[in-house]
């Protein structure tokens, strides 16, 4: 999936219902972030400490800040942490769960269910390889989520010890891969080897994921080289570019230049082909100033909406030629 227009470059199976592992802390670590604050404490529980599974040793009681805990989720995976972040934002896992499937839905996966902060097995936790791209594309969205999952290592206070736990990255991608983003490792049994993944090379940002695989990050790496061997990022039409015009109804014949308010860009192979689809009326009634709202474009390809953006007067064109700039509007010229 290319990040800025959300666009399936490549698929197999991508919404069959499937175990997700540890991948389910992406979902856990954007919660944390969107509705914690990364300097307060937080306290490892008796739940939290009894946790099976990856652990940073958290001793019942110790207290890390919400960042230092996401660092171990995010980072070595601690399962314990997990369950310490979802207490201290949730008040319990069970309520912590249930804002994690009402953010699943607000990213568009609904396909998904959560049970849990860490995604030890359960039946009913179960997630869609789309899906999971989705909720990446959320995530990566966020500058300190990203932040994080792009550390490779770190250090974070271990109490009782003289020295810090040590964290290193399970994500070899990131030492491995040029351009590498993050963002998450999984493996249970059950699952298998789940990867939520990411890079970001020529202009083009890819999230991606694969569910129960076992080649996962040569797998990853090459669903990423045939992205960018096959999709180049197109800049179809940009703010500084003209969109048309539009007649002016005031009594005499002009018109106004149209532009966009965000450039539109899209990952195209070659051969393919975009289209910019304009809703704006007819004609507008003057008077008309720089800047002034017309509509809306549509970036279209295969039939698909992949972005959007406002169209604006440009400028005022009659007898007397083009009375106003398009850098001028651009550039944040005063509106009467």
Known sequence: ????????????????????????????????????????PVVCSENAFG????????????????REMLLGLMLSSGNDAAVAIAEHIGGS???FAQMMNERARAAGAVNTHFTNPHGLPDDRHLTTA????????????????????????????????????????????????????????????????????GAQRGGMELVGVVLGCQDWFAEAARLMDGCYDTYSMT???????SA????????????????????????LAQGEAAQIVLDVPQSVAAP??????LGTASLVVGGSVLGLSEVVASGRVDSSGLLVDVRRVMAGWPLP
């Open 244 to 267: 048309g015009e539009m007649p002016v109804t005031d009594g005499r014949e002009s018109c106004v230049g149209m532009c966009l308010m965000e450039p539109l860009s899209v990952p």
């Open 1 to 40: 999936m290319e990040m800025q227009t959300g666009r399936v470059l490549f698929a197999y199976n991508m919404h069959q219902k499937l175990p997700m592992a540890s991948t389910t802390k992406v979902m856990t670590a954007l919660l944390a972030i969107e509705r914690g604050d990364l300097a307060s």
């Open 130 to 197: 789309y899906d999971l791209a989705l909720i990446a594309r959320e995530a990566m969205g966020n500058e300190t989520f990203r932040s994080i999952v792009s550390t490779q290592r770190a250090a974070i206070p271990w109490e009782g010890r003289a020295y810090p736990r040590q964290l290193t990255n399970k994500n070899r991608l990131l030492s491995d891969y040029p351009g590498a983003t993050g963002i998450k490792t999984g493996y249970t049994s059950r699952a298998g080897r789940c990867l939520v993944f």
């Open 51 to 66: 946790v099976p599974g990856t652990s940073i040793y958290l001793a019942q009681g110790e207290t890390l800040t919400l």
């Open 235 to 241: 800049d179809v039409l940009g703010p500084m570019q």
């Open 93 to 95: 896992t069970v309520q």
């Open 288 to 293: 008309v100033y720089p800047g002034m709202h």
